[in-house]
């Protein structure tokens, strides 16, 4: 499963950068949870929550239905 996150974000990743940052995959939990670390401009950005929730997470559910929830660390 993790190949297959690191294959979205991949396709998440050239928006991310357009503003000036960027998202690392951290890791996969087995219980669905996928932990990354927003980078760049997107570090303590005060849309970050939104950009996780709204954008990673949501993406990261469509493309793959085992995540459950995405948290930065």
Same mark, same amino acid.
């Given at each position: 499963?993790?190949?297959?996150?690191?294959?979205? %974000?991949?396709?998440?990743? $050239?928006?991310?950068? @357009? *503003?000036?940052? *960027? /998202?690392?995959?951290?890791? /996969?939990?087995? *219980?669905?949870?996928?932990? +990354?670390? %927003?980078?760049? &401009?997107?570090?303590?950005? $005060?849309? @970050?929550? %939104?950009?996780?929730?709204?954008? #990673?997470?949501? &993406? %990261?559910?469509? &493309? #793959? $239905?085992?995540?459950?929830? +995405?948290? &930065? /660390?």
């Amino acid at each position: 499963m993790k190949e297959k996150v690191e294959n979205a %974000l991949n396709e998440i990743r $050239p928006a991310l950068q @357009a *503003d000036g940052g *960027d /998202v690392e995959l951290v890791s /996969v939990e087995s *219980d669905g949870t996928v932990k +990354v670390r %927003l980078q760049g &401009a997107c570090y303590g950005c $005060p849309m @970050a929550t %939104l950009t996780l929730k709204q954008g #990673i997470e949501r &993406a %990261l559910k469509q &493309a #793959i $239905p085992e995540v459950k929830q +995405v948290v &930065a /660390v």
